[in-house]
């Protein structure tokens, strides 16, 4: 009686361990079909031209996406540069200058909130506060709009990798009569610099994906642009331009596009992590 | 030197006190952006109204919030029990050498942008579930009373069914990761009494870890329900955006995030555009509230 | 890395981003949007007014409710809209208004079972599709009209426009010309409540659905139906002929329109009495902002180019150029307000 027990316990036990062993398979089964689905629509459309010309009109076939590689790199460059430094900034005050205020837990626990903020509405902001008042679509509102998402994910992983170094090490420096901004400099930025470096490219990956705050801040150009002033393509809101529309021709190159950003992106995440664990080892 | 220090010290706080002032400068903006609507159409009455009339300017939230919950909220009943499986298969029956590389693979699945899975579900998702996937469901739901009700309608591909699903897959790491880091806390004290006790690895699963990590995993499954809230670009590509009630799984509707993006630059009255920063208000606010909530439980089980 | 290593690194990381303050004189934008009826031809005319010019016309596709909106914000420097503004609107919004060219929308159709023949449609019909009445492709009221066609027995599938569109106003404008109920439920003008059916985001977006939809029937401008080969339905008009969209049924429906510079060229020429013209005809309007001389006279420029050498890129595509006592009009308006 009591083996027939144990029998079943233990076959549900084993089927509920199968189930979770489909769960894993259902979560890698859509992302190896979702990357061999873009490599496959994708790797047709990569050639040269792709990256070397700028758009025909619609309906014509040839041409390339020249002015939204372009223009994508000018943008995120911008959020880089904005974001980048407040975020370390900002990092840095939470785990170093302002580490015993409750001040700064609650702005670390805003930051991690806002880190998931819906994109969109960031994009809706920067409209607001810059395109409206300015009175036009531009890279720069673009490249704020970005680095306003980028900022909380920058401030928390400074902040986490800071927070990481032992106290000790700066006591030492202060022990030697360093202030502590050169504390900081000097001591706890060079040991954490690729936990740090980490930190930025995840945001970057994270960044370049985005479309829906570009929508309405650096809106779209047609044309190859380098002035930040006036509206500029970006590679996202081309991929979404150009696969709602009804031209086989734009697909072809919405999938090309698709595929170098998921690349990129997968890239810069799998390095990223591989950093993590090899500065993590050492 | 004492100069440079309070300067950097300047600086480093000016960083920290960005974050609080964006996310204060959003309401603000939003308040302001969206008088014109709240002046003329409420709160309740503007919660709770169907209408979406440019014409006649006369708007109202209520398809837009419905849809964004329903959307969510069906996303979340696929995703939940495939990131808490994913889950339970990492930390308990992985074997140790692939368990690093099946979390890389499954945090994988959220680096994609949005737009790449939009595309993907337009291009490829839909035909699917059209041709195949939503005709079968017909034929075999349609019979059955109540339920039948749920899968009736065209099945064009383009409707909450597809949205609903692609978002769930989009989703299921946010949930897995925590309830993943929620295991890994679980006490080795408190596990090896029970399999001690005679219990099945199921067992200690169901009765020991799972009411230990209550609380991580609901944060967990908050995050993920504060990514599906937000969510636009994928949405937008296979949901059909049209503001009515959707009737069935089979039927097209819209969310706060698809209308925005829809409507935005070409909303050509001022009425427009202020009933669409009100649908950009709520939806922070709700987002914030549930995104705040779900780190706070995940706070305090870090801290535990 | 020392201290002064960094602040290097990021000082020339400024001065690289300060060059892109230099404004570049070499190539100059202009930046328009609105309407994506008009985006084929009007990207077509701004690709080869580049390679003439130099001048880059970036014309963004977002819809005549986006473009009307923009310009009044003056967020961009031209807007274009099929649907007209009327002259208290454009007084209102301090705007300038005038044709560029003419053209159709078109019933487009996903019949898998039609190839080769055409289907044939009537207002009544059509209003009766999109008002959800007639939800069936075999319905009586199609097949009256079809009486050698085999019409299986499939819901429609209407697609309409979810963005501000001037498309949507041509065609509301038409329905609501022919169709009481439609007047009385529905009216019209860029952004309308429609009964039923799936919406795509522009010309495209409509056009990409009826293209991967089966039975589905939506509302594009011409050019569009034809690039992506849909199948087009005849329609009958008010002289009660069956006319196909081309290019001398949308010319018939302009002849007929009293266009006068003084009201700034408002006119809809839908639901034209013509013998053999189109219904669904309609011109588009480029928008300029009143108090932007500057800007306007180098706009201007631009749409002169067009109406002296743009005849034949627009009839390639379908479009109807602005016959020349229209053109002498718009240039006249252009003069009158100092910008010719």
Redesign the interface.
């Known amino acids: 009686m009591i083996e027939r027990e144990?029998r079943k316990?233990?076959v549900?036990?084993r089927l509920?361990?199968l189930?979770?062993?489909?769960?894993?398979l259902?979560?890698?089964f859509?992302?190896f079909f979702?990357?061999f689905?873009?490599l496959r629509?994708g790797l047709s459309s990569i050639n040269l031209s792709l990256f070397l010309e700028v758009p025909?009109?619609?309906?014509?076939p040839g041409g390339g996406l020249k002015h939204a590689f372009i223009g994508h790199l000018?943008i995120t460059?911008?959020a880089v540069?904005l974001g980048i430094?407040?975020?370390?900034?900002?990092?840095?005050?939470?785990a170093?200058?302002?580490r015993n205020f409750r001040f700064?837990r609650f702005?670390s626990?805003?930051?991690?909130?806002?880190v998931?903020?819906?994109?969109?509405?960031?994009g809706?902001?920067v409209?607001?506060?810059m395109?409206?008042p300015l009175?036009?679509?531009s890279?720069w509102s673009g490249g704020v709009a970005l680095a306003?998402i980028m900022?909380?994910v920058i401030?928390r992983t400074t902040e986490h990798m800071l927070s990481l170094v032992p106290w000790t090490m700066r006591e030492a420096a202060f022990a030697l009569g360093a202030?502590?901004?050169?504390v900081?400099?000097?001591v706890v930025y060079?040991s954490v610099k690729t936990g740090l470096l980490t930190g930025c490219l995840l945001a970057i990956?994270?960044v370049?994906?985005?479309?829906?705050p570009l929508?309405?801040t650096s809106?779209?150009?047609?044309?190859l642009?380098?002035?930040?002033?006036?509206?500029m393509a970006s590679l996202?809101v081309t991929?979404?331009?150009y696969?709602?529309?009804?031209?086989e021709d734009w697909?072809g190159k919405?999938?090309g596009a698709?595929l170098v950003?998921?690349l990129a992106?997968?890239l810069i995440?799998?390095t990223a992590?591989l950093m993590l664990k090899k500065g993590g080892k050492s | 030197?004492?100069f440079?220090?309070r300067i950097?010290?300047f600086?480093?706080?000016?960083?920290?006190?960005?974050?609080?002032l964006?996310?204060l400068?959003?309401l603000i903006?939003?308040l302001?952006?969206a008088s014109l609507a709240f002046q003329k159409f409420g709160f309740v009455s503007f919660i709770f109204s169907p209408e979406w009339d440019p014409v006649f300017e006369k708007f109202g939230g209520a398809v837009p919030l419905t849809g964004t919950l329903i959307v969510a909220f069906l996303s979340l009943i696929f995703a939940v029990?495939?990131?808490?499986?994913?889950a339970?298969?990492?930390v308990?029956?992985?074997p140790a050498s692939l368990k690093e590389i099946?979390r890389?693979?499954?945090?994988?699945?959220a680096?994609?942008?949005?737009?790449?899975?939009?595309?993907?579900g337009?291009?490829?998702l839909a035909p699917i579930m059209a041709r195949y996937i939503e005709p079968f469901l017909q034929r075999v739901f349609s019979p059955i009373p109540l339920i039948g009700k749920l899968f009736e309608g065209t099945p064009l591909g383009i409707d909450l069914w597809t949205a609903s699903i692609m978002l769930s897959?989009m989703i299921?790491p946010f949930t897995?990761s925590i309830a993943i880091e929620s295991f890994y806390l679980v006490p080795r004290v408190l596990k090896e009494s029970a399999y001690g006790m005679?219990a099945?690895?199921?067992?200690v699963?169901?009765d020991v870890m799972f009411p230990y990590c209550k609380i991580g995993i609901l944060g967990g499954i908050g995050?993920s329900l504060?990514?599906a809230?937000?969510?636009?670009?994928a949405v937008?590509?296979v949901l059909g955006n049209i503001n009515s009630f959707p009737t069935s799984l089979f039927s097209p509707t819209t969310t706060v995030?698809v209308k925005?993006?829809n409507e935005?630059?070409e909303a050509d009255k001022d009425i427009h555009l202020s009933a669409?920063?009100y649908l950009?208000l709520l939806?922070?606010i709700l987002?914030?509230i549930v995104?705040?909530c779900s780190?706070?439980l995940i706070?305090r089980v870090r801290s535990r | 890395?020392h201290?002064r290593d960094k602040m290097l690194g990021?000082g020339l990381?400024?001065l690289f981003?300060l060059t892109?303050?230099l404004?570049?004189k070499a190539s100059e934008?202009l930046?328009g949007a609105g309407s994506t009826f008009v985006?084929?031809i009007l990207?077509?005319w701004?690709?080869d007014f580049?390679k003439v010019s130099g001048v880059?016309i970036?014309?963004?596709s977002i819809g005549s409710g986006g473009g009307i909106r923009q310009i009044t914000?003056?967020?961009?420097h031209f807007g274009a809209s099929d649907m007209p503004l009327t002259p208290q609107e454009l007084k209102s919004k301090k705007l300038l208004q005038f044709p560029i060219v003419i053209g159709g929308v078109v019933l487009a159709y996903n019949l898998p079972e039609l190839r080769g023949k055409s289907l044939i449609l009537d207002g009544e019909t059509i209003c009766g599709v999109y008002l959800g009445k007639i939800k069936s492709w075999d319905d009586p009221k199609i097949r009256a009209l079809n009486p050698g066609i085999a019409l299986p027995s499939r819901p429609i599938t209407p697609v309409f426009r979810s963005d501000g569109s001037g498309t949507t106003a041509l065609f509301t404008h038409y329905l609501s010309e022919v169709c009481k109920d439609w007047a009385k439920e529905v009216g019209f003008g860029t952004s309308v409540k429609f009964k039923t059916g799936l919406s795509?985001?522009?010309n495209?977006?409509v056009?990409?659905y009826v293209?991967r939809t089966p039975y589905s029937i939506g509302y594009v401008e011409y050019?569009?139906a034809v690039?992506?080969k849909l199948s087009i339905a005849l329609l009958k008009n008010r002289a009660g002929n069956v006319v196909a969209p081309d290019v001398n049924t949308f010319k018939e429906a302009a002849s007929s329109a009293n266009l006068d510079p003084k009201n700034h060229f408002y006119a809809w020429i839908t639901n034209a009495p013509g013998k053999n013209a189109y219904p669904i005809t309609g011109l588009v309007f480029i928008l300029l902002a009143e108090e932007k001389k500057d800007i306007n006279k180098k706009v201007v420029k631009f749409f002169d180019w067009v109406l002296t050498n743009g005849d034949n890129q627009a009839l390639s595509l379908q479009y109807v150029p602005l016959p020349k006592d229209l053109k002498d009009k718009v240039r006249s308006y252009w003069k009158a307000n100092g910008l010719y």
């Open positions: 144990i316990r233990k549900i036990s509920a361990l189930a979770a062993f489909f769960c894993a259902w979560g890698l859509w992302l979702i990357i689905d873009v629509h025909t009109p619609p309906g014509e000018l460059l911008v540069i430094p407040f975020g370390i900034l900002g990092g840095t005050f939470l170093e200058y302002g700064s702005i626990f805003l930051a991690d909130t806002m998931s903020v819906p994109a969109i509405v960031v809706a902001f409209y607001a506060i395109v409206k009175g036009h679509f890279g306003i900022l909380p401030i202030p502590y901004h050169k900081i400099w000097q060079p990956a994270r370049s994906g985005e479309a829906a929508l309405f809106f779209n150009n047609n044309f642009s380098y002035d930040m002033s006036g509206p996202t991929i979404f331009v696969a709602m529309g009804p031209y697909h919405a999938w698709a950003i998921t992106i997968l995440n799998l992590r | 030197m004492v440079t220090n950097f010290l600086f480093t706080f000016l960083g920290a006190l960005l974050i609080p964006i996310i400068g959003i903006v939003f302001k952006e029990p495939f990131a808490l499986g994913i339970i298969f990492v308990e029956v992985c099946v890389l693979a499954i945090e994988l699945l680096a994609i942008p949005s737009i790449v899975y939009g595309m993907w337009l291009f490829t897959i299921i897995a005679g099945t690895k199921w067992e699963i169901k995050l504060g990514r809230l937000g969510e636009t670009m937008a590509f995030t925005l993006a935005f630059t669409l920063f950009a939806l922070y987002s914030l995104i705040a780190k706070y706070l | 890395m201290f990021l990381a400024l981003l892109f303050f404004p570049s934008t930046n985006y084929p990207s077509k701004a690709y580049q880059k970036n014309y963004q914000e003056r967020t961009i795509g985001k522009g495209e977006g056009a990409n293209k050019a569009y690039q992506n």
